[in-house]
């Protein structure tokens, strides 16, 4: 398992590391002295474990786990026993480790974490649309909720499992299909051209033959498409 | 009872590089801790200072000192309700302890 520790006093991560050290299928990814810089490289990275301290300045472990939105499985580390109830209203802590930690204990609380099954293993990868509210619509990406302005988008690729959403500012892939996204778009922004492709029929440049440019993109119009393609133009 | 490695050497495993390493991170952050802990009280910020000795009372439990854990449990639970009371002994512990870091 990989894991990271939060805890901001360097002696309390000495210790879990050492301890980490002596279990084989726990590997220390990282450690932070605050909760902040554990959110950014959550962010960026998948963790199975968090080795996490509650009494923490500014933003306490409670703060820092509401802010995840799929945590995965957490064990917490305190010298306060007084908080073991609150820390059970959460499904992610597994187990509350009371300092001193001592080796028998924490080998208990690691057979605890590798006995729950972990959630954000079973949502790896997991880049989703996940709802639209008037112009815009949001993508999972790695966990954060990304809005983008619908009409910006001009192009939706499929590429396997996957879509790629080309917007005016950037480009997303996310794991969805052509027929999810679809379903989330107004009709008369958005046109399927093709089994692969949907396009933004404002954002069309011209039309040639069985083809449409879209910015620098040459996209297939399939024969089935074209008519309701040719129907939306405003054609002269 | 006074400050011991018993923990740190269990922890350790015959590891004395480890060993070494925590002793050095607490030699370095216990005179800090107890610092910080010395200016909140001047400044009766007691409600910050009760975290401080939260903080102070792993070190206590690390070199072993159980009894004075209790004392600073209690102290600390006593700083949260802006009352004083156990902090001269609160504070000769971490006198004892800053005497046997010096010696380590």
Do not use: W
Not at chain 1, 190 to 203: A, E
């Amino acid at each position: 398992m990989n894991c990271i520790i939060i805890d901001d006093e360097t002696t309390a991560r000495v210790i879990i590391n050492q301890l980490c050290s002596q279990i084989n299928t726990i590997h220390v990814a990282a450690e932070f002295p605050n909760a902040m810089q554990a959110i950014k490289y959550l962010n960026q990275n998948e963790v199975d474990l968090i080795f996490l301290d509650i009494h923490m300045p500014d933003f306490t472990g409670f703060d820092f786990i509401q802010t995840l939105k799929n945590p995965p499985r957490i064990i917490l580390t305190t010298s306060d026993a007084n908080f073991a109830i609150e820390a059970f209203e959460y499904d992610c802590i597994v187990d509350y480790l009371v300092k001193p930690i001592l080796l028998p204990r924490f080998q208990k609380a690691i057979q605890k974490a590798e006995n729950k099954p972990s959630k954000t293993k079973a949502l790896s990868n997991n880049n989703k649309i996940e709802t639209t509210s008037g112009n815009d619509l949001y993508i999972n990406i790695d966990r954060r909720l990304i809005k983008l302005d619908i009409p910006s988008i001009y192009l939706i690729e499929a590429k396997g499992d996957y879509i790629n959403v080309k917007t005016e500012e950037k480009n997303y892939t996310v794991h969805s299909t052509l027929k999810k996204i679809e379903d989330k778009l107004p009709t008369h922004l958005f046109l399927k051209v093709h089994r692969s492709y949907i396009i933004n029929i404002k954002k069309i440049i011209d039309i040639e033959d069985n083809s449409v440019l879209i910015k620098k993109d040459v996209i297939p119009v399939s024969r089935s498409n074209r008519p309701e393609l040719m129907k939306r133009l405003n054609l002269l | 009872m006074k400050p011991n490695l018993t923990y740190i050497n269990s922890l350790s495993g015959g590891d004395d590089s480890f060993k070494e390493k925590l002793i050095s991170v607490i030699k370095l952050e216990f005179p800090v801790e107890k610092a910080t802990y010395i200016k909140n009280i001047e400044a009766k910020n007691y409600q910050i200072a009760a975290e401080n000795v939260h903080k102070l009372k792993h070190k206590i439990s690390i070199l072993g000192l159980e009894e004075s854990y209790k004392i600073a449990a209690c102290f600390e639970k006593n700083l949260k309700e802006n009352s004083m009371t156990l902090k001269e002994d609160f504070e000769n512990i971490l006198q004892t302890i800053t005497n046997y870091l010096i010696k380590l």
